[in-house]
């Protein structure tokens, strides 16, 4: 059992930035994929970045070069640093992993539901 802990939200204006950082209970190096997804009320789930163990990253094209997503092996922590945010980027935020490495994190991207484990979330709200 993977337990992931979110941090950093919160609000800000258009146009600003917030970094998220999500803490995993054990070794990102054990788990297959992590990434980033959001929902918003009313609104299906929706990948926003995936990261695989080898670094290989996959954004949501709302995000791309907006959003940046990392992870500190030493620390355990995944992040996703996000610039320029727009009132569209508002929702909740969460941090997910799966240890099944034969599904790439381009998978994840586009099915954030079929992750194996996630967080509880944090709130994303941008007002314009």
């Known amino acids: 059992q993977v337990q992931l802990v979110e941090s950093g939200g919160g609000s800000v204006q258009a146009g600003g930035s917030l970094r998220l950082s999500c803490a995993a209970s054990e070794n990102l190096d054990s788990i297959g994929c992590m990434g980033w997804f959001r929902q918003a009320p009313g609104k299906e789930r929706e990948g926003v970045a995936t990261i695989d163990s080898d670094g290989n990253t996959h954004y949501a094209d709302s995000v791309k070069g907006r959003f940046t997503i990392s992870k500190d092996n030493a620390k355990n922590t995944l992040y996703l640093q996000m610039n320029s945010l727009k009132t569209e980027d508002t929702a909740m935020y969460y941090c997910?992993?799966?240890?099944?490495?034969?599904?790439?994190?381009?998978?994840?991207?586009?099915?954030?539901?079929?992750?194996?484990?996630r967080g509880q979330g944090t709130q994303v709200t941008v007002s314009s």
């Open positions: 997910a992993a799966d240890r099944r490495s034969y599904l790439s994190s381009a998978y994840f991207l586009v099915w954030p539901r079929d992750f194996g484990y």
